[in-house]
């Protein structure tokens, strides 16, 4: 039996020893009887840790450890977003600079997801807001995409935690599929101008493919193409069925020159400049 007074320490460290950041009211429950706590005085037990800052609640029966007890982890925010929707995988900004592929730190971290959510923003408000959760003071940003569109993450180790991100090649096709959630095409262009020797280009391609979408496949193969790729292996993206020209960067104007190989409007800016 653990002393009256160290039973929420103890409570902490029991967790903490399973290489875990985050958890559930079930794995505590268990983690309790390990130590003949009580089911009963559980949920004033987790209450006062919270109080007392060495738990964050992340939503109703999840909860994450703070790193307040010395020797216990601090969930990292990747960490936090796994536990709000489940499926999900870490996308956008936040996989880019995870990767490397961008020096731009974002303060909100982006999370697709096949599955439909109301997060606690979206109750009672407007359609056209966003789809955000603030746990803690770290925002999140929920992206909502068909299961189709849901594919190319990976699990990787995020400090104390296990998550799932979108691989390398997975968070650059997104700038050329959602090029305006990146301020246009140029984010997506000077990653590959920049990066081509990180990027694993027969992967993209496939992605590029996986995602089903002519367009889509265009703006990667007319990107690789401006980079030096060889021709054989641009093949599977010019298969695509496509319907007349479509813009190379949906949020400028359709000016520019049509490009035939690829069904584009040559209307990009410049590569983004190196930050």
Known sequence: MVPYG??????????????RATFTTADARRAARTLGIADSYLDVLLHRLHRAGLLRRIKQGTYALTGGLPGSPEAHPFALGMELVRPSAVSGWSA???HGLTEQIPRVVTLTTPKSV???SMRGAVRSAPSTWVVAGQV?????VVPAHFFGDEETWVGASRVRIFDRERALLDCFALPRRFGGIAEGLGILEEHQSEIDVQRLVAHARQYGMGTVAARVGFALEGVGTPSRLLRPLRDLPRKGFRPLDPTRQGR???NIRWGLIENQSSPRKTR
């Open 118 to 120: 109301v997060t606690p």
């Open 96 to 98: 880019l600079h995870h």
């Open 140 to 144: 999140f940003e929920i992206v909502v």
């Open 6 to 19: 160290g039973k929420g320490i103890a409570l902490l460290r029991e967790l903490s020893g399973e290489d």
């Open 256 to 258: 520019g020159k049509h």
